[in-house]
């Protein structure tokens, strides 16, 4: 399984952005996907992630402000970032976890950084 994201750069605090991530090298399907960050000197931390059916689950700290979707037919999945602060800051990587496994999968990570 390989994912590759993009998506991320430098913003004013109250931009938005939105990360792609494109899923290829396994059935789609058969994974939940989801979208972690690591702030600097943190520990990596999980944002929000999406099943095939498109139930979603999000961290407090982004609630009302992030949206994640996947496009099924493109194998991909988004994550809309709005009304970001500074606490956003950090690298961004995609996930992907084969349902029923232990298999967890990552994408290289894409950087987003957040200015006041």
């Known amino acids: 399984v390989q994912l590759q994201a993009s998506g991320g750069g430098l913003v004013q605090a109250g931009g938005s952005l939105r990360l792609s991530c494109v899923f290829s090298?396994?059935?789609?399907?058969?994974?939940?996907l989801g979208w972690y960050r690591q702030a600097p000197g943190k520990e990596r931390e999980l944002v929000a992630t999406?099943?095939?059916?498109?139930?979603?689950n999000y961290a407090d700290s982004v609630k009302g402000r992030f949206s994640i979707s996947r496009d099924n037919a493109k194998n991909a999945v988004y994550l809309q970032m709005n009304s970001l602060t500074p606490e956003d800051t950090g690298v961004y990587f995609c996930n992907a976890d084969l349902l029923r496994t232990t298999n967890h999968y990552w994408g290289q990570g894409t950087l987003v950084t957040v200015s006041s």
């Open positions: 999406i099943t095939y059916g498109g139930s979603t």
């Open positions: 090298g396994g059935i789609f399907r058969a994974f939940s």
